[in-house]
């Protein structure tokens, strides 16, 4: 027996790995034919553009929603129908409400209109008639381009003095752009603006301070200079009186400056009717806003 190992040769089997492999491409690169490698990317960017539209779009109306309702108005701007809070006070006005009229114009103004503070007082004593409160009636809830008018009848008392003072102190009272206080003077021969007021209690017999540490005197907060009414030399005074004209002048000057408000605030007191009827004093106390206003703006 021959020792030496014979050799034995066993063929190779062919590859079908390979060949598998290569038929598996094929028969997917058959199947999958009808779909194209640019076109599904393109499929997928345009429902992700779809996608982010929708949610930008409810991004959009979620912020828009959002800054109306904190939306805080500007001072001495009509936002709502009411820009004194109801009250049961006895000082409480006849009106406290722009018209509905009024407020729709402000509303779809292309600038909210400004609210000018008009206060008038109620007879008193032996005057029956006051020609304040009736102007103040006429001008309530009246609009121009600018402005409304706000417009209240006050009664005769240290409450009805303080009650324009105690709105600007409110926070959530949206304060005027402009104040004009009315009063009877039976002796004026016309319209007469009061430069300044004094620190004189009403019905003290000038003996007692409105407030007991205020100064002496107070000037009017508009620009005098730029007001012409009437081509009178009577229009200005520099004595308001001792008695509520004079009281409620003072208290609203001495808040504003207090809280240094940006108002423009005069007092003006009215003649008799025989003197002037009310629709005159009506249309001078107009021309007296527009000024104020305008000297607003300049300030602005």
Not at 198 to 218: C, D, Q, R, W, Y
Not at 275 to 297: F, H, W
């Amino acid at each position: 027996m021959d020792d030496s190992m014979s050799t034995i040769t066993v063929p190779l089997l062919p590859d079908n790995t390979s060949r598998n492999v290569n038929r598996k491409e094929r028969l997917f690169a058959h199947h999958h034919s009808s779909y194209s490698i640019a076109g599904a990317p393109e499929l997928h960017a345009s429902g992700m553009r779809r996608w982010l539209c929708g949610a930008l779009l409810l991004f959009v109306l979620v912020l828009a929603g959002y800054l109306v309702c904190t939306r805080e108005p500007a001072d001495g701007y009509l936002d709502h129908d009411s820009s004194i809070p109801e009250s049961a006070d006895t000082a409480r006005l006849t009106s406290l409400r722009v018209s509905a009229a009024a407020a729709a114009s402000a509303e779809f103004s292309p600038r909210r209109k400004r609210v000018v503070w008009v206060t008038g007082y109620q007879p008193f004593k032996d005057f029956t008639f006051n020609p304040s409160a009736a102007v103040a009636r006429t001008l309530n809830g009246s609009c121009t381009h600018d402005y409304c008018v706000q417009a209240f009848e006050l009664p005769v008392t240290h409450a009805g003095a303080s009650q324009p003072a105690s709105w600007l102190r409110e926070p959530a009272v949206p304060k005027p752009a402009a104040i004009v206080h009315l009063g009877l003077e039976d002796r004026a021969k016309g319209l007469k603006l009061e430069v300044a007021a004094k620190n004189v209690l009403a019905e003290s017999n000038s003996s007692l301070p409105i407030l007991a540490n205020g100064t002496s005197i107070l000037p009017s907060t508009a620009n005098l200079g730029l007001i012409d009414v009437v081509d009178a030399d009577e229009m200005w005074s520099v004595d308001a009186g001792s008695y509520y004209c004079n009281e409620i002048y003072f208290r609203t000057l001495s808040e504003i400056r207090t809280r240094g408000l940006n108002i423009p605030a005069i007092f003006v007191h009215l003649p008799e009717p025989r003197v002037m009827s009310v629709e005159q004093d009506g249309r001078l106390v107009r021309r007296l806003i527009s000024q104020l206003l305008a000297e607003v703006d300049t300030r602005d």
